[in-house]
């Protein structure tokens, strides 16, 4: 199937579809990335940190599960966006789909390192041969690695939209600033990544510039939500491909 001959109900139903996966990747993200986060790690605190995991291991808990459900809803999305745009070049379409692929199980590591929590929070039987100290150095090690682990995935993150953005501007099927808007946010994903490996002095002041930047993914995601995507017509795609 080409672009040409890409029906308009066929292209609504796609459409439909990456935008269900998509809503399901913008609610739990941010549970995960922001809000679990926020409400459980203290920073450069590790006693308070398990203290407030063991005080409401439930939550934790609830967020471990959610962290493996958003990789999975990221890999559904990065599959039906794939089948969305693989009539507008199908080698672009593939690459896109599989720095997705890539991405997940670094996510789902990163996710794992963090279920280590609430056992060394709640002094598992095997840790009671472990001084507070030692449990506490147990612990900064798995938050590190999963920190370590979120910077590598984000990597991953920036890169898919870079011929996410390209298919967006050649498909026809949205506005074109949109697709530019993406690859601005795959340099801003990856800006934050090398910034961490390699000048990790310079975090704080660059992540008010790397976030506007990141946000370029947003207004692609609402579109898609609420217009969804929308065949040209036949005169102007033929215009298009000529050009």
Same mark, same amino acid.
């Given at each position: 199937m080409t672009v &040409?001959?890409?029906?308009?109900?066929? *292209?609504?139903?796609?459409?439909?579809?990456a935008a269900f996966w998509y809503l399901l990747l913008t609610v739990t993200g941010p549970f995960v990335l922001i809000y679990i986060p926020s409400r459980f790690i203290?920073?450069?605190?590790? =006693?308070?940190?398990?203290?407030?995991?063991?005080?409401?291991?439930?939550l934790f808990q609830i967020g471990i599960v959610v962290?493996? #459900?958003?990789s999975i809803c990221y890999l559904l999305t990065g599959l039906a966006l794939y089948d969305l745009f693989k009539p507008v070049n199908k080698a672009m379409a593939r690459t896109m789909a599989a720095l997705v692929a890539v991405s997940v199980p670094i996510g789902f590591v990163g996710t794992l390192f963090l279920a280590a929590l609430p056992r060394l929070a709640g002094g598992a039987g095997f840790l009671q041969a472990l001084a507070p100290a030692q449990v506490h150095s147990l612990s900064a090690a798995f938050l590190d690695m999963q920190l *370590?682990?979120?910077f590598a995935a984000q990597i991953f993150w920036g890169l898919w939209l870079l011929p996410l953005g390209i298919l967006v501007i050649r498909s026809g099927f949205f506005p074109k600033l949109l697709g530019v808007l993406q690859v601005i946010a795959c340099f801003g994903y990856l800006a934050a990544s090398l910034i961490f490996f390699l000048l990790p002095s310079a975090v704080s002041w660059t992540t008010p510039f790397?976030? =506007?930047? &990141?946000?370029?993914?947003?207004?692609?995601? *609402?579109? *898609?939500?609420?217009a969804g995507a929308r065949?040209?017509? #036949?005169?102007?795609?033929?215009?298009?491909?000529?050009?």
């Amino acid at each position: 199937m080409t672009v &040409e001959n890409f029906t308009e109900t066929d *292209l609504r139903r796609r459409s439909r579809i990456a935008a269900f996966w998509y809503l399901l990747l913008t609610v739990t993200g941010p549970f995960v990335l922001i809000y679990i986060p926020s409400r459980f790690i203290v920073a450069g605190d590790v =006693a308070s940190t398990l203290a407030r995991i063991a005080s409401a291991p439930a939550l934790f808990q609830i967020g471990i599960v959610v962290g493996f #459900a958003s990789s999975i809803c990221y890999l559904l999305t990065g599959l039906a966006l794939y089948d969305l745009f693989k009539p507008v070049n199908k080698a672009m379409a593939r690459t896109m789909a599989a720095l997705v692929a890539v991405s997940v199980p670094i996510g789902f590591v990163g996710t794992l390192f963090l279920a280590a929590l609430p056992r060394l929070a709640g002094g598992a039987g095997f840790l009671q041969a472990l001084a507070p100290a030692q449990v506490h150095s147990l612990s900064a090690a798995f938050l590190d690695m999963q920190l *370590l682990a979120g910077f590598a995935a984000q990597i991953f993150w920036g890169l898919w939209l870079l011929p996410l953005g390209i298919l967006v501007i050649r498909s026809g099927f949205f506005p074109k600033l949109l697709g530019v808007l993406q690859v601005i946010a795959c340099f801003g994903y990856l800006a934050a990544s090398l910034i961490f490996f390699l000048l990790p002095s310079a975090v704080s002041w660059t992540t008010p510039f790397i976030t =506007a930047m &990141e946000l370029g993914e947003l207004p692609f995601i *609402l579109w *898609l939500l609420i217009a969804g995507a929308r065949a040209k017509p #036949a005169r102007q795609a033929s215009a298009a491909g000529a050009a």
